[in-house]
């Protein structure tokens, strides 16, 4: 008779160690990074708030605006997946350091810009700078958490993004509205200046912080090294073998993704870059009153991020849990779409498409890890990354060139919807016994 392999039988104790263990983990690592990617987003958008006081003063046209907004995306990309292979091999510590402090410097130098070439040339080494910081990030969390618990971390890690504008947004208003003259500089180089502070703070105290590997972590006794160590090394060798770094771009399994993550980032950059255009467009003026209003999408997105990705690790299952997010943007943008003059209404549409975006990227996360590991990890994360990326070039160019066109954003608002929906679809081609991990 033939016998059939069963998992060992886990004690309730020994659950309850690995609960405390990467509990200690959690609180050790996400806070930190959280402050890390919020400086980091920050520093990435802020130029949609620059954006209403610099466009008139610099006479750049929304064209000009969308493309040097996007041109930032184009060195990202580039650089993207270089940087994460250069990170597998040095470390997170010192890597991610030198990513930090260098688009520190760069951002603050935004200030400076007077010229559309200036523009562009900033923005592009800005995303050459940034690039590998969230695909880095999204690495080394692999390193510490296994897959099913993996989706709560990624949320906490994610919701830099949102409270990036739920802090950022208010503070942006009020630089722009009560700095703007100081020492001959107007408020929008100063959103610069200021907001690059945190950047160079955090990437100075990640050379302090951070340790590489599990086996490096003093605040982890050997008991909780082994634990970790062993757990990670399981889940490793029952994914399909794909660890190789050819793996990344030969497996269609990754194109795949990143088509669908295109989708859903050109969904969180319309919110993004054009959240207080669309605002200031339904007759808001006040920049410090349009900086508390880009708020409330982002509590929203916070909220619903943290709820359904630990509904997610609750039920092992990540398709659906990412495709209908994704669903819930493509219906805020349409709302928004209709809401022209109408600020009530078009608040209705942008919470709703921040939070399903937000929700989507957080619960996509989860998806490359299952069935990618070592180098291939790496560079397949980058690699999504990057091509999804291009979408922040795509969507804040082509916003900008059909806002001159047409003199509104209604078309890109239905445009992007409907990528959107081809995004959910493309998820949900995924089989569930590779995603549902």
């Given at each position: 008779?033939?016998?059939?392999?069963?998992?060992?039988?886990?004690?309730?104790?020994?659950?309850?160690?690995?609960d405390d263990v990467f509990r200690k983990i959690a609180w050790r690592l996400i806070p930190f990074l959280f402050f890390c990617y919020l400086a980091a987003y920050l520093d990435r958008v802020n130029v949609g708030f620059a954006k209403l006081q610099m466009q008139s003063e610099l006479s750049f046209s929304e064209t000009v605006y969308?493309?040097?907004?996007?041109?930032?995306?184009?060195?990202?990309?580039?650089?993207?997946?270089?940087?994460n292979i250069i990170l597998h091999k040095v470390g997170a510590r010192l890597w991610l350091a030198r990513v930090m402090v260098t688009w520190a410097f760069i951002s603050a130098g935004m200030a400076f810009v007077r010229s559309p070439t200036a523009f562009y040339v900033m923005r592009f080494l800005l995303g050459a700078a940034e690039a590998g910081f969230i695909p880095g990030v999204l690495l080394y969390l692999t390193f510490w958490f296994p897959a099913g618990r993996r989706g709560r971390i990624m949320a906490l890690f994610l919701t830099a993004i949102p409270m990036a504008s739920v802090f950022g947004g208010p503070l942006s208003g009020w630089i722009l509205s009560s700095v703007s003259g100081s020492y001959g500089y107007s408020g929008w180089q100063w959103l610069f200046f200021v907001e690059a502070v945190p950047s160079l703070a955090f990437g100075i105290a990640i050379l302090f912080y951070l340790d590489n590997h599990v086996e490096d972590a003093k605040w982890l006794d050997a008991n909780e090294k082994r634990t970790v160590s062993r757990i990670i090394a399981d889940e490793e060798e029952e994914k399909e073998g794909l660890s190789e770094l050819k793996h990344a771009f030969i497996t269609p399994r990754v194109w795949l993704l990143a088509a669908a993550y295109f989708c859903i980032a050109s969904g969180i950059y319309i919110v993004s870059f054009w959240l207080p255009t669309i605002i200031k467009q339904t007759g808001v003026k006040d920049p410090l009153t349009i900086g508390f209003l880009t708020a409330i999408p982002y509590i929203a997105a916070v909220i619903a991020m943290v709820t359904v990705c630990s509904h997610g690790d609750r039920t092992k299952e990540r398709r659906w849990h990412t495709a209908t997010p994704a669903l819930v943007c493509a219906i805020g943008l349409a709302i928004t779409a209709t809401a022209t003059g109408n600020?009530?209404?078009?608040?209705?549409?942008?919470?709703?498409?921040?939070?399903?975006?937000?929700?989507?990227?957080?619960?996509?996360?989860?998806?490359?890890?299952?069935?990618?590991?070592?180098?291939?990890?790496?560079?397949?994360?980058a690699l999504v990354?990057?091509?999804?990326?291009i979408a922040g070039f795509?969507?804040?160019?082509?916003?900008?060139?059909?806002?001159?066109?047409?003199?509104?954003?209604?078309?890109?608002?239905?445009?992007f919807g409907g990528l959107l929906l081809v995004g959910a679809g493309l998820i949900l081609t995924i089989p569930p016994s590779v995603a549902n991990k």
């Open positions: 008779m033939s016998h059939i392999a069963t998992p060992p039988l886990r004690l309730a104790s020994d659950v309850s160690a690995e969308g493309f040097g907004a996007g041109i930032f995306f184009l060195g990202y990309v580039l650089f993207e997946v270089p940087s600020t009530l209404f078009a608040m209705i549409g942008l919470t709703l498409a921040a939070a399903g975006a937000s929700t989507a990227q957080a619960s996509f996360w989860t998806l490359p890890a299952t069935f990618l590991g070592g180098a291939a990890a790496a560079a397949g994360i990354n990057s091509v999804g990326n795509a969507s804040t160019y082509v916003v900008g060139w059909l806002a001159d066109l047409t003199h509104s954003n209604v078309t890109s608002l239905y445009l």
